[in-house]
């Protein structure tokens, strides 16, 4: 599976299989990407193969623990990485083109989810 930022200078490819989809409410992902959800692909580091040749994916700390990958060029967010979740890299799904081995499976932090979105469907978390 392939992906890339909005501009192209940051491509990537994954190497199935995922190791889970699920989508994301917490403040943070919100504020970084502009949007009420985020769903994101988990996958191994060590399975993502990261194309930076115009040297435009950038790094921000969001937080003590974790950072957020970039492209430094249009501002596409594209990844997730943290201490939390050690040897995995998380990929922002709508950057990943066609289907993936997985759906999304789950609803995470919806504690903090936004009002002003509804989401009519079944999976777990929504009740958290």
Known sequence: MNGGCFCGAVTFKINI????????????????????????????????????????????????????????????????????WPGELHIARALVSGELDREPSNHSFYDTHVDWMSLADQLPGKNA
Request: proline share 3%; aromatic share 10%.
């Open 17 to 84: 299989p995922t190791l889970w989809c699920s989508h994301c409410h917490c403040n943070m992902c919100q504020r970084s990407h502009g949007a009420g959800v985020v769903t994101w692909v988990g996958c191994n580091d060590d399975s993502v193969e990261i194309d930076d040749g115009k040297s435009k994916l950038r790094w921000f700390k969001s937080s003590s623990e974790a950072e957020r990958g970039f492209c430094s060029n249009c501002g596409s967010p594209l990844f997730f990485r943290s201490s939390r």
